[in-house]
């Protein structure tokens, strides 16, 4: 079952606005290994933290802290790829698999769309990434799965060309949605739901007491 028992390796702060819920707060604090995006390590040194590696191209992180850790900057100057993909990327060659991503959202939306939409790049390549925001989680997936949940959880599927879509333990029915709109504000009737479909979509989960 997806989201039950999950437990990441390592954590990804991305350089979209910095949490506010308890939630990503506590992904961040109890990590075992934090990259940060150069621009998202300005904050997080500025609170306090020290990342185990900053990657980027460097040109958003503050002189004082690029001098200061230097030792764990990896600079990346590839245009192709965003920092969040170097991070994974990065992560990925270290044999690291289960990743959650938090601060990938806000600021720039065409920023925050294209953050939410690599999630399903990195599920092709292997990875099992969760991405956390204030307001809920994104899970991607891809064929028949279920999903942890509890009753009244408040739930989007995202259609990224997935073919007989159905569901149960949801109180709307699913079908091959071709617009993102139309999977969204469905809700769990249980304490977990299961998607049917051949192909790929994206769930997010509401949190419950989001701020």
Known sequence: MINEHYTHEAV??????????PLPLQVL?????VVCCDGAAN?????????D??????????????KRFSSIIHQIPDQETNDQTKAVHYLQSKGIRKIAIVGATGKREDHTL???SLLMEYMRSGMEVR??????????????????????????IINFGAKGLKGKGLVYP??????????TLNEAIAEEFSIYCTGEYLVFLVISDYL
């Open 43 to 51: 904050e997080y040194i500025s609170r306090g933290h020290t990342p």
């Open 131 to 156: 991405m956390i925001t204030d307001y809920g989680i994104f899970i991607p997936a891809q064929d028949t799965q279920t999903f942890a949940s509890h009753p009244g959880q408040q739930v989007s």
């Open 53 to 66: 590696i900053i990657i980027g191209d460097g040109d958003s992180l503050l002189p004082e802290y690029k």
């Open 29 to 33: 604090a109890d990590a075992k290994y």
């Open 12 to 21: 990804i702060l991305a350089n979209g606005e910095y949490p506010v819920h």
């Open 174 to 183: 699913l079908s091959d949605f071709t617009n993102w709109w139309q999977g």
């Open 114 to 116: 294209g953050n939410i």
